[in-house]
């Protein structure tokens, strides 16, 4: 019998945000294959969540996805986490989703916090149509042409950004929207 992955949201900055049904999913799975294990082991200690804890992120991805998918096969459960929010939404999980419905794996969606969609429902912008872009090239050139792709789009747009490189994304919104 194959095993189950289950994707599973964590808090983006309140711990009291994690829902008992992530907890129990946490502690029953055979493995916890998260973003960075530096970040979520804390988490875990304060869950007392003993389930063992490997690293899933860009830079072992591919290897890493081909050996979860055998556990997978094999009959184990494994839980995917970010360090933040939501899994494969502008983080890494999305080889490994793919793969394990590829494969006909069940996967199982735990959800919970979403940053983007906190900050929208708080934000005052219109709600009932949106476009989420994710993350911007970190180079001008290719910012401002991704930018003017978006230009005619009539929604509200969702960008993430990193606090590094916010005042020359913003600087090319304003040239590109005006």
């Given at each position: 019998?194959q095993?189950?992955?289950?994707?599973?949201?964590?808090?983006?900055g309140?711990?009291?945000?994690?829902?008992?049904?992530?907890?129990?999913?946490l502690?029953?799975?055979?493995?916890?294959?998260?973003?960075?294990?530096?970040?979520?082991?804390?988490l875990?200690?304060?869950?007392?969540?003993?389930?063992?804890?490997?690293?899933?992120?860009?830079?072992?991805?591919?290897?890493?996805?081909?050996a979860?998918?055998?556990?997978?096969k094999?009959?184990?459960?494994?839980a995917?986490?970010?360090d933040?929010?939501?899994?494969l939404?502008?983080?890494?999980?999305?080889?490994l989703?793919?793969?394990?419905?590829?494969?006909?794996?069940?996967?199982?969606?735990?959800?919970?916090?979403?940053?983007?969609?906190?900050?929208l429902?708080?934000?005052?912008?219109?709600?009932?149509?949106?476009?989420?872009?994710?993350?911007?090239?970190?180079?001008?050139?290719?910012?401002?042409?991704?930018?003017?792709?978006?230009?005619?789009?009539?929604?509200?747009?969702?960008?993430?950004e990193?606090k590094?490189?916010?005042?020359?994304?913003l600087?090319?919104?304003?040239?590109?929207?005006?």
């Amino acid at each position: 019998m194959q095993g189950k992955l289950y994707v599973v949201a964590t808090p983006i900055g309140n711990l009291a945000d994690m829902t008992p049904r992530a907890i129990e999913t946490l502690q029953q799975v055979d493995l916890i294959a998260a973003e960075d294990t530096r970040h979520t082991g804390p988490l875990l200690k304060h869950f007392n969540i003993d389930t063992h804890c490997l690293a899933y992120h860009d830079h072992n991805e591919k290897v890493q996805t081909e050996a979860l998918l055998e556990k997978l096969k094999n009959g184990e459960s494994i839980a995917l986490v970010s360090d933040a929010g939501t899994p494969l939404i502008s983080d890494p999980g999305y080889s490994l989703v793919h793969a394990a419905i590829e494969n006909n794996i069940t996967v199982v969606p735990v959800p919970g916090s979403c940053a983007f969609v906190a900050a929208l429902a708080a934000s005052g912008l219109p709600t009932d149509r949106f476009y989420f872009a994710g993350f911007l090239p970190a180079k001008n050139m290719a910012r401002v042409k991704q930018l003017q792709t978006l230009k005619e789009l009539s929604c509200t747009l969702i960008f993430y950004e990193s606090k590094h490189r916010l005042i020359e994304s913003l600087k090319s919104m304003a040239d590109v929207f005006g």
